[in-house]
């Protein structure tokens, strides 16, 4: 069975640095999404992907994040600049169509951890 | 999207029926109640999701009441394998899932 998978399982970085987060979603998919999760809290949309194009994006995407097809394959979440704020699990997850009957279907995470 | 309230937590004996249930009660007609799962911190896993009708997969049961306004997720014999945090999510916009706070449930031995 497809799923979504993600890259790599566990990143640890010092704060200010860049992160890329990778993703490979289900293939013949159109939309891509990006959520994270802090430790206890909960699962947070941060944007979607559609067409070389942020569809939607939630408040807590900032300046600081991007995001990027770079191939035919691979969808990324870039963080500029880390903070201990950005510690979190981040989900990739990708549906076939953008309607409100399509399923998202997640990866099993990056845990992104900032000293 | 609608707001959608959960028990806390939920217990249930290995192989019995396990019956999650979830109030929506500003769901409008064009809404679909998605249901998905968090086992510890991987990532959500979708299992069924309906607009009307009742629905039934390989994973559960999803019965919608006739005005809409509840539903209830049915795992017909839970296994430990269940434990998990139970998500209903009512969504109507076609890109994000906003999820709650869910239904921990947990299955006995």
């Known amino acids: 069975e497809p799923e979504v998978t993600q890259t790599p399982s566990h990143q640890v970085t010092q704060m200010g640095q860049e992160v890329i987060l990778r993703c490979v979603p289900i293939?013949?998919?159109?939309?891509f999404y990006w959520y994270r999760q802090i430790l206890g809290q909960k699962v947070e949309f941060l944007v979607s992907?559609?067409?070389?194009?942020?569809?939607?994006k939630s408040e807590i995407f900032d300046d600081q994040f991007s995001v990027e097809r770079p191939d035919g394959s691979n969808f990324t979440l870039k963080i500029r600049s880390t903070k201990l704020e950005d510690s979190a699990m981040y989900f990739c997850?990708?549906?076939?169509?953008?309607?409100?009957?399509?399923?998202?279907?997640f990866g099993p995470g990056t845990r992104l951890l900032v000293l | 999207d609608a707001k959608t309230t959960q028990p806390t937590s939920m217990d249930c004996a290995e192989g019995r029926a396990a019956n999650l249930p979830c109030n929506h009660s500003?769901?409008?007609?064009?809404?679909?109640v998605y249901w998905y799962r968090q086992i510890h911190s991987q990532g959500p896993q979708y299992i069924i999701h309906?607009?009307?009708n009742n629905e039934t997969n390989e994973m559960a049961s999803l019965i919608i009441t006739e005005d809409r306004k509840s539903s209830t997720l049915i795992l017909p014999h839970a296994t430990l394998r269940d434990t998990a945090v139970y998500y209903c999510?009512?969504?109507?916009?076609?890109?994000?899932?906003?999820f709650g706070e869910g239904t921990q449930l947990t299955v006995n031995p």
């Open positions: 500003t769901i409008s007609g064009n809404e679909y």
């Open positions: 992907f559609y067409n070389n194009e942020i569809s939607e």
């Open positions: 293939s013949n998919h159109l939309y």
């Open positions: 997850a990708s549906s076939p169509d953008r309607g409100s009957q399509e399923t998202q279907y």
């Open positions: 999510i009512v969504r109507t916009s076609g890109s994000r899932l906003t």
């Open positions: 309906g607009l009307k």
